[in-house]
């Protein structure tokens, strides 16, 4: 109800109002359709001239999603632009190469140090780069945790 409320620029209590009326808000399991929305609100509101600068403004909004909308799909098809599920694993991929890569340093240091300060080295640079590991989890996890919040407003 609230995308439904910010779309055609109205009241969460409007909405909620027009799925209360005798011929109600068109909605179903699956969400609300935008588009059959708009046009119960024309039939709601007759043909006296009195279709809103709202209602306008909501089927402009409305057509420019759909062509955006389009646009990304032909995106994906000429290949512009990959599935987050793609994107996803190949990140996670380079993420746990990079995490092997990087966890090995502290061995390769101490072998090419003195004899007397490999244990020294070999603590302080797994330290060091456990640090930073630890530091790119919690930078990722903040982000997806701030994607998951945007993703619910």
Wanted: proline residues 4%; contains cysteine.
């Amino acid at each position: 109800m609230a995308e439904v409320a910010e779309f055609f620029g109205v009241s969460r209590a409007a909405v909620h109002q027009w799925t209360k009326e005798d011929d109600p808000m068109p909605a179903s399991r699956a969400g609300y359709d935008l588009s059959k929305i708009a046009q119960w609100l024309r039939r709601q509101r007759g043909g006296n001239g009195d279709l809103s600068d709202e209602l306008k403004s909501a089927e402009i909004r409305l057509k420019t999603a759909q062509a955006q909308q389009k646009e990304l799909d032909l995106d994906i098809n000429k290949g512009s632009l990959l599935p987050l599920i793609d994107v996803e694993r190949w990140a996670a991929t380079a993420l746990i190469e990079t995490r092997e890569m990087v966890m090995t340093l502290p061995e390769i240091l101490a072998t090419s140090s003195p004899p007397d300060s490999r244990e020294f080295i070999r603590a302080e640079s797994d330290r060091h780069c456990r640090s930073v590991l630890t530091m790119l989890r919690r930078r990722l996890e903040a982000d997806i945790v701030d994607s998951d919040e945007a993703a619910d407003d």
